[in-house]
């Protein structure tokens, strides 16, 4: 598990956007709230166009000391001079990445909600693990939802930190602050009037609500 008392914020961007502008509202995002790590997670396959994005939104990131990770592209973590790679598909790539990145790049697995998929991710070298989503979220698997449980389980029985991802709502993060060390936002802040202010009240709730992590420090 992390060793921060409360759940930290995994920011993921939208899969399009306005270059020109989104690198000034994410500075300000960022600056609203602490992030500790930020997904390049583009539906775009043009290598070109994933580096002009990635060389736009690198500096906004590493001025905030926040690690920049990229969705999928495994090969071009190093070329963009990213920090590691978020792979959608469970352990498939987790061991090919971290021969090909090396021990100090970040590689992260989404388990979508296999219990199996997370372990077997894990001793493949994973660093994360993301299960979700935890609720309703088109965006985000098949439908089905990782259940409340499956993060206690993991919380209580295995060391490498874990992203509750998708459906996320103030209620729910108050659930399952106890047993998850990360919560990855995406839709829920972009979608909002407001995404700076958004942001700022999901870290509030997790800053507030009562941690499992808390009771073992006292």
Not at 74 to 101: E, F, I, K, N, W
């Given at each position: 598990?992390?060793?921060?008392?409360?759940?930290?914020?995994?920011?993921?961007?939208?899969?399009?956007?306005?270059?020109?502008?989104?690198?000034?509202?994410?500075?300000?995002?960022?600056?609203?709230?602490?992030?500790?790590?930020?997904?390049?997670?583009?539906?775009?396959?043009?290598?070109?166009?994933?580096?002009?994005?990635?060389?736009?939104?690198?500096?906004?990131?590493?001025?905030?000391?926040?690690?920049?990770?990229?969705?999928?592209?495994?090969?071009?973590?190093?070329?963009?001079?990213?920090?590691?790679?978020?792979?959608?598909?469970?352990?498939?790539?987790?061991?090919?990445?971290?021969?090909?990145?090396?021990?100090?790049?970040?590689?992260?697995?989404?388990?979508?909600?296999?219990?199996?998929?997370?372990?077997?991710?894990?001793?493949?070298?994973?660093?994360?693990?993301?299960?979700?989503?935890?609720?309703?979220?088109?965006?985000?698997?098949?439908?089905?939802?990782?259940?409340?449980?499956?993060?206690?389980?993991?919380?209580?029985?295995?060391?490498?930190?874990?992203?509750?991802?998708?459906?996320?709502?103030l209620a729910?993060?108050g659930a399952?602050?106890?047993?998850?060390?990360?919560?990855?936002?995406?839709?829920?802040?972009?979608?909002?009037?407001?995404?700076a202010d958004?942001?700022?009240?999901?870290?509030?709730?997790?800053?507030?609500?009562?941690?499992?992590?808390?009771?073992?420090?006292?």
């Amino acid at each position: 598990m992390s060793d921060a008392l409360h759940p930290q914020i995994y920011l993921v961007t939208p899969d399009r956007f306005e270059l020109s502008r989104f690198a000034d509202r994410l500075g300000a995002v960022l600056d609203a709230a602490p992030v500790a790590c930020l997904r390049l997670a583009l539906a775009s396959r043009d290598v070109g166009e994933i580096g002009r994005v990635a060389d736009a939104l690198r500096p906004v990131a590493h001025a905030r000391d926040v690690a920049l990770v990229i969705a999928d592209h495994l090969q071009l973590v190093q070329p963009l001079g990213l920090d590691g790679v978020h792979l959608p598909d469970g352990a498939a790539r987790v061991r090919a990445a971290r021969t090909l990145l090396g021990g100090d790049a970040i590689v992260g697995a989404a388990c979508g909600v296999s219990r199996h998929a997370g372990l077997t991710a894990g001793e493949a070298g994973a660093d994360y693990i993301a299960f979700g989503p935890v609720s309703a979220a088109p965006e985000l698997g098949d439908g089905a939802e990782a259940p409340a449980a499956l993060f206690a389980w993991w919380s209580e029985m295995i060391e490498l930190p874990v992203i509750a991802e998708g459906g996320l709502t103030l209620a729910r993060i108050g659930a399952l602050a106890g047993v998850v060390d990360f919560f990855a936002l995406g839709p829920e802040i972009w979608d909002s009037a407001d995404a700076a202010d958004t942001l700022s009240a999901f870290h509030s709730a997790m800053s507030e609500a009562p941690t499992e992590r808390g009771a073992e420090t006292t």
